[in-house]
């Protein structure tokens, strides 16, 4: 699973990368990602690439309430297409994810060792997401809450010393085939996360600062010496 993510690049970055429009919204660098929290999601919008805040945790149309979303803030690969929760944002309301790094955990439960996770270049890269919009029918105000998700899928190589599963992190050439809304095929959708994802990654350790969500500064991905 993805549990903690990492999103610090400077908006101009996030926007040459993925090729997004005018931002209008404060971008404020995070270290260290939590579930539930506000996190920078890319949509097609109107043929143009826009960078948005959405809930991390899916939410789907038909949840009595949000509290859902805490369970849901991962999708399977191998299933997504056909889960009730996902499948039809998964042929709908599809996003990217920009991240410039993840955190997994490795160990005994109370002795985990947390190692951050990146790309070898070091520049930022995107996770395949699906994004949902649920409305509150209970409440007399209008309220809305918009959510997404992560799809992760079985760890390469790379990575499988210290977890079994990854975010599905996909190559830069089939962005604009992911955000595009006229897809809607689920067989052509899934041939996109089984054949075009990066699977080359490099990590280090990194202190259990992260563990905390009080913790959220550029410590948090500072190397640790394993061996000290």
Known sequence: ??????????IETFQQIFNIGTVSLEVIPNYNVTPTQKI??????DNENKLEKLHWGLV????????????????????VSQKP???NAFRKRRCLI???????????????????VFIPSGEPFAFAGLWETWTDQKSDEESVYNSCTIITTGASE???????????ILAPESHEKWLNTDIQDSIELQAIIDDYLIYDMKYYPVSTLVNSVKNNDPNCIKPIDENL
């Open 40 to 45: 920078l999601t890319i949509i097609k919008h």
């Open 60 to 79: 789907p149309f038909w949840a009595k309430d949000v509290t859902i979303g805490s369970r849901m803030i991962n999708a399977r690969a191998e299933t």
């Open 98 to 116: 920009p991240v410039d790094g993840f955190y997994e955990w490795k160990g005994e439960k109370g002795n985990k060792q947390p190692y951050y």
């Open 1 to 10: 699973m993805c549990g903690r993510f990492v999103q610090y690049s400077p």
């Open 85 to 87: 929760s996902f499948r």
């Open 158 to 168: 790379s990575i499988r010393e210290i977890h079994h599963r990854m975010p599905a």
